[in-house]
């Protein structure tokens, strides 16, 4: 059986740029009616740029849903790509077939978030791992079964636990069987989607370490997605921070931590616990405000800009690049952070108007004019009502009175009243008989 060979850049030095990213995109379409049209798109990755270099690990934060597992999933080209480019050692893998990228699956594998999802339950821990052995075609010197017991010892397994089943392990266990699954056939580029947030602190520890051994002994390439700050910043030696699908933030690991320049990374950075009470109250903490906005219609110009203390007018329509900001600091700001203003005098946002509810019996509202709508002039003031004088109200309209009788028949009417009533027959009181 023929070995797929690794492509010819195996050899490069470290510093050199492994993976080139441009402008990639990712929408997911959305569908509704019988015959399903399009009707928008869900813009998880909306126009990545970014480099990866030999032997470097890169580091990518942000909030939940802002697109940092989809852009694992494309680079690793899992996912095809709505727009952008991806190039791997300067070939250029965006839109490969799945017969070709055979070939380059040895070279970029994935971590995946989940290993109790990850792990095929019904298949051993040595069929799992051995799984890149069969689908390559690669037959290591003394068998497949050797080089898989190497690999669970290597992080950190009993070799003995080859015929187990996923059931039988924890989720640290689990984890490191998908590590080791990933560096099977000895990979250049390994994308870690949440490699230990499905993992107990302690058992994170181990796992990170175990993650740094492995790059020193291998010469491994890391591009790590994590929401956990502190993880990141034990493991990387670049970190990018992303928003709503853009990168708004790209800088070495102290020049972040120490001197953010974006205000969405300050308020991230503000949020990290500090467990020395003496330094506790030296930081000012920024405290977002609002929801993330929907990636189906993202706002025009910064997308940050609907939660931002430090927005203007021009960050409501014109979108700032990613440019250098300091040396081998990108920032995607008008506005930043510990540095000079890009856009010094642009006016500020116009505060929101705020409704007052005038109350009926408030006697200070009613010395308030009011405006006509029509004329937009003061209209005329009502005076006021003392507090003892009793107010009249509004009756409604009385019928019109009949006419008033006259003559003989207001007398007939008077006697009427006066007289006694009448029996019941001619000859009772008051009848024909009394008359006479």
Request: hydrophobic share 35%.
């Amino acid at each position: 059986m023929t070995i797929p060979a690794q492509s010819k850049g195996s050899e490069r030095a470290p510093g050199e740029t492994l993976l080139k990213v441009e402008g990639l995109q990712k929408h997911f379409p959305i569908k509704k009616g019988v015959f399903q049209r399009q009707v928008g798109a869900v813009k998880a990755v909306d126009g990545l740029s970014f480099d990866v270099r030999q032997g470097e690990t890169l580091g990518v934060v942000g909030e939940s849903g802002c697109g940092k597992s989809t852009m694992g999933r494309l680079i690793t080209r899992l996912l095809e790509p709505t727009g952008g480019s991806v190039e791997f050692e300067g070939r250029d893998i965006t839109h490969l077939s799945t017969s070709a990228m055979r070939s380059m699956r040895r070279d970029v594998q994935m971590i995946f978030q989940d290993p109790y999802s990850s792990l095929n339950p019904r298949h051993t821990i040595g069929t799992i791992v051995g799984a890149p052995f069969r689908l390559q075609g690669v037959k290591p010197e003394g068998g497949i079964k050797a080089e898989v017991q190497a690999l669970l010892e290597r992080v950190g397994l009993n070799p003995e636990h080859y015929n187990r089943y996923p059931h039988e392990f924890s989720g640290g266990q689990r984890q490191r069987i998908g590590i080791a699954r990933a560096l099977a056939l000895k990979p250049k580029l390994v994308v870690a989607d949440e490699p230990v947030s499905a993992l107990d602190v302690s058992i994170q520890a181990q796992v990170v370490n175990l993650l740094d051994d492995l790059q020193q002994e291998l010469g491994l390439t890391y591009v790590i997605i994590a929401h956990d700050l502190s993880v990141i910043r034990h493991v990387s030696d670049r970190i990018a921070v992303m928003y709503l699908g853009k990168i708004v933030e790209l800088a070495d690991r102290k020049s972040l931590y120490s001197t953010p320049m974006h205000p969405y990374t300050t308020a991230l950075m503000s949020a990290v616990p500090v467990p020395d009470p003496r330094t506790r109250g030296d930081r000012k903490r920024r405290l977002l405000t609002g929801d993330v906005p929907s990636p189906i219609a993202p706002p025009s110009g910064c997308r940050f800009h609907t939660r931002c203390w430090k927005a203007t007018l021009s960050c409501t329509t014109v979108e700032p690049p990613l440019v250098e900001l300091r040396t081998g600091q990108l920032v995607a700001c008008h506005h930043p952070e510990n540095g000079a203003d890009r856009l010094p005098d642009d006016p500020a946002l116009p505060e929101p108007v705020e409704t007052i509810t005038v109350s009926a019996g408030d006697p200070a509202d009613a010395q308030a004019p009011v405006t006509d709508v029509a004329s937009e002039k003061p209209a005329a003031k009502s005076e006021p009502v003392a507090e003892d004088e009793p107010v009249a109200k509004s009756e409604p309209a009385a019928e019109p009175e009949p006419e008033a009788d006259t003559g003989a028949e207001a007398e007939a009417a008077a006697a009427t009243e006066d007289a006694p009533d009448a029996g019941p027959g001619p000859d009772g009181p008051g009848g024909e008989a009394d008359r006479k």
